[in-house]
């Protein structure tokens, strides 16, 4: 069972799976209500969560805590 977005911690180092794509995501900040700015721990990439969103959740939808 995923994770809801309000229980994320900035920090904290999550595994998001949408759509096919699984992304290691470490939180860097909490930019307003379930946005976060987050960074992609494979490619050091630089994202906020609502743009992986952004095309909705899909089946295989998961967001757990790694550490």
Do not use: C, H, Q
Not at 21 to 34: P, Y
Not at 40 to 55: A, G, I, K, M, S
Request: charged share 35%; net charge negative; proline share 1%.
């Amino acid at each position: 069972m995923p994770l809801a977005l309000d229980n994320l911690r900035v920090g904290r180092v999550y595994r998001f799976i949408n759509m096919g794509e699984i992304r290691n995501l470490e939180v860097m900040a909490r930019l307003s209500g379930e946005n976060f700015k987050v960074k992609d721990l494979d490619t050091l990439e630089y994202y906020e969560l609502e743009e992986l969103l952004r095309w909705g959740k899909g089946k295989d939808y998961d967001l757990d805590e790694v550490r």
